[in-house]
């Protein structure tokens, strides 16, 4: 819901009632994560996508229905087109369940809060029943990071909702913790009161964390190519560099903010103050070991972070790595950084070299290769790289709970 939430707000806003279709479960090489959503106006417009234009039109369909009240919300499955039975389906072979329902202000009076939260960067999960009795689906719980369903900033629970069982949104306040911890959205089986091992219910979790952080150590002219391409994969870019007089906001006017600061301190305040997880990446560009090597002993040593990544050629990465081992970084810390920097493109210039970064930096986060889809033989995606349906027991035990 995330690409379409300002339209959405404002049409929700304005008392116009809304189709909104959300991918809730993929499977396979399926082109949209969960939580991709496209909406249907009740002028007949449509924003956004839920499969890349494969199952749109279909979609659309469904949408059109609910708002002149002839169908009621609905789980859809796509799956393979059959082209001789010129079936609706994704060309591309994977599986996608949409979830569509009518959204307004009745139906959803928490949205606005919603938006007010994904706006300030605070974190905020959505909990949707999408299949089960149909008494309960379409209800919802909204839950705020302490878990218990009520405004993390002080509000009172009025806007929180409920899936009309309450030991389901028991369960829901529990289990969410992990997923909204980590940014991930899923598909929960639970019973139909909630029981965590039965099945019958599902619910769809999405999860609005802050954007993944970025941070770029060194305030040269590859720093700003790769603050605009963390910028354009949607992170929250801040560069870092001890000398003012190259740290500016006019030299980096793409990047969120530009601290003028010793890397390495500032990462050991960010870090001490809980705004370093595991969604974090580091890009360390400086290539000067005066900065470096403080700086990748506070990194390495971090117990949770999402990439390293640091910058120079063979000879520095040498000399680098044994004066960290000098200063008493182990083998395996030293296992957890990408050095040098990037995927082997053949990169020459910033831009191309920013490219090499973020490559590395999604491969490192959904396992990929590297290599020329072309040489692969199977399925693009893995298993692994697509969200199941999670079971409610697994997500309990996860959080300790």
């Not at 008392?15 to 969960?34: D, E, I, K, N």
């Not at 993390?152 to 949104?169: Q, Y």
């Not at 354009?232 to 740290?247: H, K, N, S, W």
Request: hydrophobic share 40%; net charge negative.
């Amino acid at each position: 819901m995330r690409d379409v939430l300002p339209t959405l707000e404002g049409w929700w806003a304005e008392g116009r009632p809304v189709a909104l279709a959300t991918v809730v479960g993929t499977f396979r090489s399926a082109p949209r994560q969960p939580g991709a959503s496209m909406l249907v106006g009740d002028d007949g417009q449509a924003v956004g996508s839920v499969s890349g234009g494969c199952v749109e039109g279909a979609v659309y369909e469904l949408g059109s229905g609910i708002l002149e009240g002839t169908d009621d919300a609905t789980l859809q499955r796509y799956g393979v087109s059959d082209d001789d039975a010129f079936a609706v389906g994704l060309t591309c072979g994977g599986i996608l369940d949409v979830y569509v329902e009518r959204v307004d202000r009745e139906s959803f009076p928490q949205l606005g809060a919603i938006a007010e939260a994904v706006r300030e960067h605070r974190s905020v999960a959505v909990a949707t029943v999408v299949s089960g009795p149909a008494e309960r689906v379409g209800r919802r719980l909204v839950i705020w990071p302490d878990g218990r369903g009520e405004r993390s900033d002080g509000g009172n629970g009025g806007v929180e909702g409920s899936t009309g069982s309450v030991r389901l949104d028991d369960a829901l306040r529990d289990d969410v913790r992990g997923l909204l911890a980590a940014g991930r959205s899923a598909l929960v089986s639970y019973g139909t009161d909630g029981e965590r091992r039965g099945e019958g219910l599902q619910v769809f979790v999405e999860s609005f964390a802050p954007p993944p952080r970025l941070i770029v150590f060194g305030a040269i002219d590859f720093a700003a190519a790769v603050a605009r391409m963390g910028t354009f994969l949607g992170m929250r870019v801040t560069v870092c560099d001890a000398r003012p007089v190259f740290a500016t906001s006019s030299r980096f006017p793409e990047a969120h903010e530009v601290v003028v600061d010793w890397p390495h301190r500032y990462l050991a305040a960010e870090a001490e103050a809980g705004r370093i997880d595991g969604r974090t990446a580091l890009a360390v560009l400086t290539h000067d070991p005066k900065f470096d090597v403080p700086l990748l002993e506070v990194a390495l040593r971090l117990p949770e972070i999402g990439y390293i990544g640091a910058m120079g050629s063979r000879r520095t990465h040498s000399d680098r790595e044994q004066r960290l081992i000098e200063a008493g970084v182990t083998e395996a810390e030293l296992a957890r950084m990408s050095s040098p920097i990037g995927l082997d493109l053949g990169a020459r210039t910033p831009e191309e070299t920013a490219v090499s970064i973020a490559a590395e930096m999604i491969a490192h986060q959904w396992g990929g290769r590297g290599t020329p889809l072309s040489r692969r033989d199977g399925p693009i995606h893995t298993e692994s790289n697509v969200e199941p349906v999670v079971s409610a027991a697994s997500l309990s035990a996860a959080a300790g709970s």
